[in-house]
């Protein structure tokens, strides 16, 4: 019989970050072409790809660095973006938890480096 409690607030809160962030098509985009590039890139190539103007894919990217989504490189006075592989791989069991499903093994905030604010 499964559980019928919910998740902890802590967990729940955290969760929610993650989701919220990707509730943005270019956000998806970035994290999409990020995670199938598999190397950094830069602001310049990004804008390129997704075809959104600059501070628009910095913000975007400023959100996605939040949550540990993408990782930030400085090289210079340029920035260059990655995938955080640890939280991408994460997140489809943090849906499996949310949605109450098994999981191959426990996923919880606490036990990846994913942070967010509130």
Known sequence: MKSAQPLDRATAREYASWFKVLADATR?????????????????????????GQSTVSAHLRQLADVGFVLAEQAGTASYYRINDECVTCF???????????????????????????
């Not at 998806?28 to 959104?52: T, W, Y």
């Not at 489809?92 to 604010?117: F, I, K, L, Y």
């Open 92 to 118: 489809p069991s943090a849906a499996d938890v949310v949605m109450g499903r098994p999981t191959p093994s426990a996923v919880s905030p606490q036990s990846s480096t994913v942070t967010s604010e509130e």
């Open 28 to 52: 998806i985009q970035i994290v999409s072409l990020l995670a199938r590039r598999g190397q950094p890139m830069s602001v310049g190539a990004i804008v390129d790809a997704v075809q959104v």
